[in-house]
């Protein structure tokens, strides 16, 4: 009997849509005439998903009683008694009940697969066995229910159903994934923006790695050795010298331009152990290698060339970096061509980076305009010309004729142009002369003397030192030009960093003088303005002359109305100083561009300062008019003499002023508030702090009952570090502004979770909700939404929220509340760095945790809220 065929639908969290895929794949099979059978589908009372189940033929549950709690379970007698050719089965991950057949249902397909059972599955990636404690540390969330790695990549196929994190989001605010009691929870923790972002690249990376193992093994089976340009994958060749690390940094910015690019270092150790390179330069790369997230392998080869091209085709890189050859140029070419030239050679479609390491941590130099050529190839050329012109003489006097003195010129004319083409003008002129007068006295009759008999002969000879003049003089020339081309290349490459720099966000005042200093191979470059230094750059290579060192000179150049560039090093040259009015003009742009910033930066506090002074005229003007008004109309009713007032206006007029003055009195407080937040002398205090007790006292002071707020409190909340009466200001605030905004007929939500080391405190209205570009400017003070009540405050109970968290080290956020209206979010930090188990996570099975508590009901006794019938696990707490 044949071995049945597993299919895996992987997803990167709950409610991608993977059963719904497993459904439907099952429904296509079954219209083409194929056996199918649902095994076990988990709907998790998802409408659509159990509307997909359809007139698809269903196996019944087998049901076990555990611990008085009835679990319904597959029956995996049933399955192979009815032997299906096609088995769909959810949760691949699910622990069975106890005195199943088998402990997880992964065991139970290994059953199914073993009686020739095909078999479709699905699986979340947080229970991928190997992923665990990468997800924990994303989510918070413990996993308890894994899946070997083993049995996915035994897997005939792996497929990915994805869905975006936002969409996702979007999904459990519309009520599809989860019910509406656990809308908030699970958006607030376990499905968090960043979270499904995570998850999902877990997962992509993870199909990533097993298609890519497929790929190999399709390869190796068929025997191709061709680069398959699939993933960027870059070869490090490492020889255990010092260039090592240079190597490998430059590979793992080539392998970090492509995403998914991987980093694979290699070292090839003779068969004889004899080229083994250092060991602890090759350990302290393997460890470099490792911690930018490559791999290192050692491998035996005797022809280094082709182990290294070998393994680079056996791993299918796209590209090999190798170092250029630490020997001399006698060495070279002595011994033929190095490693470099036969990888590059034997790469065949695998592209070869060669990286001059030995200059890899020296200064670029600007070359020097003095001369067409260096000193070096001056002197080379005299002493070819002084060398080489006797030893062809010796040579060639042997075999004089007269027949054969045309080739004697023109072999004494050859080593004129090598001259030339090595030393330049004035060594090729001077083997010009020297061999018109060894042609003269050796081989032109008469013989040993400086005569010519013939005019022709001095015509010629004439000529033949016009010539050398020519060649030489092109020669110079074209090395003039290629060392002027160099220049305005090396000039154009310091501009070009320059402006990178400061492009990049770096300073432009630091970028400019140290890369100067660089080309032009000075010893300290600064600037001084108005006598005082304020940028420079120094050369602190050990060996190398300090700053002011006999035979330097200092030169000055002006950079603006008080500003000085100075250069201290060697002598500059003209071309230098052409370079170095364009520095100077670029310091004189950056300290112009420094100042208006500097400026800017002053005049910004005191634009927010006016701004807050006009808003706080703006609001006293009419907001504490109001109140004083009442207050003063009260009070000088109540005083006057000529009228009888009844007890009943009497109290009246008492209530008014009381009100007016109570609201006066909360004005001023909140702008005290707004004054010592903004100048940053709020006094706080914090504690381990109670949620519960936070919420119960800003319930009481506001004087609501169960019919205006409800609460979802949970008991496995722990404590947060706050300042109590700070905190209970922001949940009064919030409450109030919630309340103010939501229709008449509907509450307030207030509900707690934990997630990680912080804890959430959620205040959820249904009013019209707030757009996503109005919610900076809501949380400023003297900002109320649209600006058209001037009777509620003077917007102050935000901007107050926001400054009271940030001060206790949280944070207050706005979110939209499913369904419409505005969750307002304050995250503090957890008394003792963690959170309380339980506080979230996703729940066995792909769904997200559900153990903490419901909704709970309040009653109000005498203005007091209690709090009781809190679901779950979770404690009952009260309020007398």
Do not use: C
Not at 9 to 20: D, I, M, N, R, S
Not at 290 to 319: C, I, M, W
Not at 402 to 417: C, K, S, Y
């Amino acid at each position: 009997m044949r071995r049945g065929r597993l299919r895996v639908l992987l997803g990167a969290a709950p409610g991608v849509g993977k059963t719904y895929t497993m459904l439907e794949e099952g429904a296509r099979l079954r219209d083409e005439g194929l056996d199918v059978v649902v095994a076990v589908v988990e709907t998790h009372g998802r409408r659509a998903t159990s509307a997909r189940v359809g007139d698809l033929e269903t196996v019944p549950r087998r049901t076990v009683v555990h611990r008085g709690v009835t679990l319904d379970e597959l029956d995996l007698e049933a399955v192979l008694a009815r032997a299906p050719q096609l088995a769909l089965v959810d949760e691949l991950a699910h622990t069975n009940a106890p005195g199943s057949t088998h402990e997880k249902r992964w065991q139970d397909v290994e059953a199914l697969l073993d009686a020739g059972v095909d078999v479709v599955s699905t699986v979340n990636v947080q229970h991928v066995e190997s992923l665990t404690d990468v997800v924990e540390r994303i989510t918070g969330a413990a996993q308890r229910e894994t899946v070997p790695d083993a049995v996915l990549r035994a897997a005939d196929q792996v497929e990915l159903v994805d869905l975006a994190p936002q969409a996702l989001r979007d999904r459990l605010a519309e009520g599809v994934v989860y019910p509406a009691d656990r809308v908030d929870a699970a958006l607030s923790n376990y499905f968090r923006l960043g979270n499904l972002t995570a998850l999902r690249e877990l997962a992509l990376l993870w199909l990533a790695d097993e298609v890519d193992s497929a790929l190999k093994a399709y390869r190796d089976e068929h025997g191709i050795d061709s680069t398959w340009e699939a993933r960027e994958r870059v070869v490090v060749a490492l020889t255990g010298g010092p260039e090592g690390e240079t190597l490998i940094r430059r590979g793992a910015r080539i392998a970090a331009r492509s995403s998914g690019g991987e980093l694979v270092a290699v070292h090839v150790s003779g068969q004889d152990g004899l080229r083994q390179g250092a060991p602890g330069a090759l350990a302290a790369q393997r460890s470099l290698v490792e911690k930018l997230g490559g791999t290192y392998h050692q491998v035996v080869g005797q022809d280094v060339p082709r182990a290294l091209v070998d393994f680079a085709r056996g791993v299918n890189a796209s590209q090999l970096v190798i170092g250029v050859s630490r020997r001399g140029r006698l060495a070279a070419a002595l011994t033929g061509p190095g490693i470099g030239a036969t990888v590059i050679r034997e790469s065949g479609s695998i592209d070869v980076h060669i990286v001059t390491h030995a200059s890899a941590g020296r200064e670029r130099v600007l070359p020097r305009l003095g001369g067409a050529l260096s000193r070096g190839r001056v002197v080379a050329g005299f002493v070819l010309a002084l060398v080489a012109g006797p030893l062809l003489t010796g040579l060639l006097a042997g075999h004089r004729s007269e027949d054969g003195i045309a080739g004697t010129v023109l072999v004494f004319q050859l080593l004129v142009v090598v001259v030339a083409v090595t030393g330049g003008l004035w060594p090729a002129l001077l083997a010009a002369l020297l061999s018109g007068v060894t042609l003269d006295l050796f081989f032109i009759a008469p013989i040993y003397q400086l005569t010519i008999a013939e005019p022709l002969h001095l015509a010629a000879l004439v000529l033949y030192v016009l010539n050398a003049a020519i060649v030489s003089y092109v020669v110079d020339q074209a090395a003039r030009r290629s060392r002027a081309a160099a220049r305005a290349l090396a000039e154009t490459e310091l501009l070009a960093t320059v402006a990178g720099s400061v492009l990049r966000g770096q300073d432009a005042l630091q970028a400019l003088i140290g890369r100067t200093r660089e080309a032009l191979g000075m010893t300290r470059v600064r600037v001084v303005q108005g006598g005082v230094e304020i940028g420079e750059a120094r050369l602190a290579d050990e060996g190398r002359a300090a700053p002011g060192a006999p035979g330097e000179t200092t030169t000055a150049i002006a950079a603006g109305a008080d500003a000085t560039l100075e250069l201290t090093g060697p002598e500059l040259q003209a071309a230098d100083r052409r370079l170095l009015d364009v520095v100077a003009a670029q310091v004189e742009a950056a300290l112009e561009h420094s100042e208006l910033s500097r400026a800017a930066g002053q005049v910004a506090p005191l634009a927010e300062v006016d701004r807050m002074r006009s808003a706080l005229l703006a609001a006293v003007g009419h907001d504490l008019r109001r109140p004083l008004a009442a207050a003063t109309a009260a009070v000088s009713g109540l005083r006057q003499t000529d009228v009888t007032w009844s007890d009943a206006d009497r109290d009246e007029l008492l209530s008014t002023a009381h009100e007016s003055l109570d609201s006066l009195s909360t004005l001023v407080t909140d702008l005290l508030d707004v004054s010592r937040v903004q100048a940053g002398a709020l006094a706080v205090s914090p504690a381990a702090v109670d949620l519960d007790e936070v919420v119960l006292g800003a319930l009481d002071e506001l004087g609501l009952g169960p019919a205006d707020v409800e609460l979802a409190l949970r008991a496995t909340v722990p404590a947060v570090r706050a300042d109590p009466v700070l905190l209970q200001r922001v949940v009064v605030n919030l409450l109030d502004n919630a309340l103010r905004h939501s229709p008449p007929d509907t509450g307030v939500r207030i509900s707690t979770s934990a997630f990680g080391d912080r804890v959430e405190l959620r205040v959820v209205d249904r009013g019209p909700g707030v757009p996503v570009e109005r919610r900076d400017e809501i949380m400023v003070a003297f900002q109320r939404l649209g600006d058209t009540d001037n009777g509620t405050g003077l917007g102050l109970g935000l901007a107050l929220s926001k400054g009271f968290v940030e001060a206790m080290g949280g944070s207050l956020a706005l979110d939209d509340t499913p369904g419409g209206g505005l969750t307002m979010v304050v995250g503090l930090p957890a008394v003792g760095g963690a959170a309380a188990a339980g506080g979230g996570g996703a729940a066995s099975g792909g769904g997200a945790a559900s153990g903490g508590g419901a909704a709970a009901s309040g009653a109000a006794t005498g203005g007091r809220a209690a709090v009781g019938g809190v679901a779950g696990d979770d404690r009952v707490r009260s309020a007398s």
